[in-house]
């Protein structure tokens, strides 16, 4: 089985939280279970408002598939099985 996790790294920056608010989370997807990359490797995420990092969050600790998901794949199922569209802090960074 193949397992995802969040892994939040920021932002940190105390002049990106003075000028838009600690209201934002971003980091990373780490992927586990992949026979191909027995180390494990990462999706970037980009940053989104934080109470959408903490529901998607709870939905990927539950999420395990049979074959390695790409990002996109991810966010669509998602999007299908909550309904929620997540609040990106640059919606071209997605």
């Known amino acids: 089985m193949i397992t995802y996790s969040t892994n939040w790294m920021g ?3 105390e002049n990106f ?3 838009y608010g600690s209201h934002w989370s ?3 997807i780490d992927i586990f279970g992949d026979p191909d990359n027995p180390m494990g490797f990462e999706y970037s995420l ?3 408002r934080t109470e959408d990092w903490n529901d998607f969050d709870a939905w990927l600790e539950d999420l395990e598939t049979e074959t390695l998901w790409t990002f ?3 966010m669509e199922e998602y999007l299908q099985e909550t309904g ?3 609040r990106w802090w640059k ?4």
């Open 84 to 86: 929620h569209v997540i």
């Open 46 to 48: 980009p940053i989104m």
């Open 26 to 28: 971003g980091g990373r």
């Open 11 to 13: 932002p940190i920056n």
């Open 91 to 94: 919606d071209d960074e997605r």
């Open 17 to 19: 939280i003075e000028e």
């Open 72 to 74: 996109e794949q991810i």
